[in-house]
């Protein structure tokens, strides 16, 4: 088994603990990789080799260790049974037992988010819209999308959007230069146009 203590850095306190104790049966290597604006950590299996899991090294003590959690309950369901879905009812009951065991590594005002996250766990972090407003930074003049509503012209990426509808908890938004519309998550973070900045 690797050393580990290379991870303390990004973890929380007594959380390197828990990480040893659940690697410890496998082979596999961490990799630390910079900011990843698809994806925050990613599990890959390898028949022939150690596995690998790789997070981003920018998160937030608490971030990390939730999303190398995810990344460790692939490991540990696919190691028991390989002809799995990646995020099906084997991960959801691994991911939380892991999350329950590890509660109180986490701060107060955080495990009740966590003890409501595992009843079901969602396969992406961006689908659970209470932790993604917990980590995301205040940020003047900027609302998620789920605050505003239809027909709201928005500001993302520097390119300009209306919400035309909502469907299955996804805004279907168009943007207003190509015509072409977009799915975007309820958390996502933009800036409202008033009818001033659209002038």
Known sequence: MMNLHFLQKYLPDGGLF???KWLKPYACTIKITHSRRSKLGDFRYRLNGPHQIS???????????????????????????????PHGKEWKCCYRDLLLESLSIYQKDFQ????????NP???????????????????????????????????QRQTFQILKIRKKRYICKNINSGKEYLFNTCVQVRKLTCNDRE
């Open 18 to 20: 828990f990480i040893v």
């Open 55 to 85: 997070i981003n090294g920018d998160l937030e003590a608490q971030l990390f260790f939730f999303v190398l959690t995810h990344e460790i309950a692939h490991l540990i369901s696919f190691a028991a049974k390989k002809k799995i879905l």
């Open 112 to 119: 009740t988010l966590v003890k409501n996250f595992s009843k």
């Open 122 to 156: 969602k396969a992406s972090y961006n689908a659970a819209s209470e932790i993604v407003r917990y980590f995301s930074p205040h940020v003047p003049e900027h609302f998620f999308i789920e605050d505003l509503h239809i027909g709201h012209f928005f500001e993302y």
